[in-house]
């Protein structure tokens, strides 16, 4: 497939797999993706894997994240993961805002956008999550949520950090749910979210900046919707779980 952008394919385990599980399925996936170039691949396995994980994929393709990171430094902070921490187990990349984090732990688009900015000042690259709800689709609200949250989330960012920021669009009620977003619906919002990059940055920016789809991907779907224009890649949720559907997924892409 010919983009203008590397696609951009991340899998996000949530709360699943322990160590030695995670060990099996990226050893699975190392197998299966070996001679993918044409698509960075990441695995955001949760924290207690990814010491695990950061070995065995030393030598290969795949690139590691993490879920959610905080805001601050070292320091007193119960409960709570650093930068400094991540590093140290070679992560690149960084989910922030996820739906569920929106709505479990109440995080607003200012703090994910103060995560950003320490994501990038630690040089790993966030992925910002941002999506409608149901009722808001259905209420006409998709592009003023949409607005909100990428103005929100990414407040505060240079130029150039924006580059190195992947923006992933999730609609809520197709996250788990079986139920994706169509090769319409998808395109319309990701065009709608490089506009919005246009006039917070500018066009070579917006450009420049992969935006995700996330939202029930699977084998069977990844190809359409990776052939619209404004998708430059996948957030995967349940189909990353299996070596099968996620390589697919990856597979189809290309
Ligand atoms: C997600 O949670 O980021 C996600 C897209 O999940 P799923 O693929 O399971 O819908």
Same mark, same amino acid.
Request: aromatic share 6%.
């Given at each position: 497939?010919? !983009?203008?952008? !590397? ?37 955001? *396995? *949760? ?10 994929? &030393? %030598?290969?393709? &795949? ?17 709570? $993961? ?23 732990? !109440?995080?607003? +688009? ?15 690259? *966030? $992925?910002?999550? =941002?999506?409608? /709800? ?10 003023? =949520? ?28 197709? $996250?788990? /749910?079986? !139920?994706?977003? /169509? ?18 940055? +500018? +066009? /070579? ?42 390589? %697919? ?6």
């Amino acid at each position: 497939m010919n !983009k203008e952008r !590397k696609l951009i394919i991340a899998g996000n385990w949530k709360m699943n797999k322990t160590a030695a599980e995670a060990l099996d399925l990226v050893n699975g996936l190392k197998r299966e993706l070996a001679s993918v170039k044409e698509v960075d691949i990441v695995v955001c *396995p *949760p924290f207690t894997a990814l010491d695990a994980v950061s070995k065995a994929i &030393l %030598d290969s393709n &795949l690139r590691l994240g993490a879920q959610n990171m905080s805001e601050n430094g070292f320091g007193a902070y119960t409960g709570e $993961i650093a930068a400094g921490m991540l590093k140290e187990f070679s992560v690149r990349f960084v989910i922030l805002g996820h739906s569920e984090r929106r709505q479990y732990q !109440k995080e607003p +688009d200012a703090l994910i956008s103060k995560k950003a900015l320490a994501v990038h000042a630690a040089a790993l690259k *966030p $992925i910002v999550c =941002v999506g409608e /709800t149901l009722a808001e689709r259905e209420g006409g609200r998709t592009e003023q =949520v949409l607005e909100t949250q990428v103005t929100g989330s990414l407040d505060g960012l240079s130029k150039e950090q924006m580059v190195e920021t992947v923006v992933a669009y999730e609609p809520v009620w197709a $996250i788990g /749910t079986g !139920k994706t977003a /169509t090769t319409e619906q998808a395109q319309s919002a990701h065009a709608f979210i490089r506009g919005v990059l246009v006039r917070m940055f +500018d +066009d /070579t920016v917006a450009r420049r900046v992969r935006i995700q789809y996330g939202g029930s991907v699977k084998p069977s779907n990844a190809r359409e919707l990776m052939s619209q224009p404004d998708v430059d890649g996948a957030l995967v949720g349940g189909a990353s779980l299996e070596v099968r559907s996620f390589a %697919d997924i990856i597979k189809n892409s290309i």
